[in-house]
């Protein structure tokens, strides 16, 4: 694609309200002889479309429906259930290593309009994040659906990754806040990260 065909069809989608810009220098340079900055875009998180929140809304209800005593494990296996049908929808597959697996896994969250990165990997944890997590909106309106986005991310990960779900310490992060959802992903069993 052409520079400025590609410069047209990102400043649409700006006036949509899709994307945002600012101007910056990538290489780090200032002052004279820096160069022109550059426009840099960036999706903006929380785009919620109509359905979207009908949905969020139904699930919240459902969730508030469910019996409190009970309601954290239920919403944990429901969730376990609701990443692995996911996982199988987007065609993931168990990798060789969790590193080939959570590589699988951003590449089809991207795909399914959720990028998601890997913004720190240890040997017991990996820490993700998300600008759209399919959950968000669910839980901005019943916090206790945080045990079913929980569920999701562990469901998610260890079909990727070829574990057991109950192997994956799933904790969510900034659900409530503007910004990227972090997704704190701990393993019980050790399988090298490379």
Not at 5 to 27: D, F, I, N, P, Q
Not at 36 to 49: G, K, S
């Amino acid at each position: 694609m052409h520079r400025n065909v590609a410069a047209a069809r990102l400043e649409r989608l700006r006036a949509a309200g899709l994307l945002t810009a600012t101007l910056g220098r990538r290489s780090g340079r200032s002052g004279p002889g820096a160069g022109r900055p550059a426009r840099l875009y960036r999706a903006v998180p929380d785009i919620e479309l109509p359905v979207q929140s009908v949905v969020a809304t139904a699930l919240a209800r459902l969730v508030h429906e469910l019996p409190g005593r009970d309601r954290p494990r239920r919403l944990r296996r429901l969730g376990e259930k609701l990443g692995r049908d996911l996982a199988t929808a987007l065609g993931l597959s168990p990798a060789r290593s969790r590193s080939a697996g959570l590589a699988a896994l951003c590449r089809a969250a991207a795909s399914a309009g959720f990028e998601t990165t890997v913004l720190e990997r240890h040997t017991k944890r990996v820490v993700l994040a998300t600008q759209a997590c399919p959950l968000r909106a669910t839980v901005r309106l019943q916090p206790d659906a945080v045990a079913l986005d929980h569920g999701l991310w562990s469901g998610l990960v260890a079909a990727s990754c070829g574990i057991a779900a109950t192997d994956v310490e799933c904790a969510t992060g900034h659900c409530l806040e503007p910004g990227a959802c972090l997704i704190r992903i701990g393993f019980s069993r050790r399988r090298s990260v490379t």
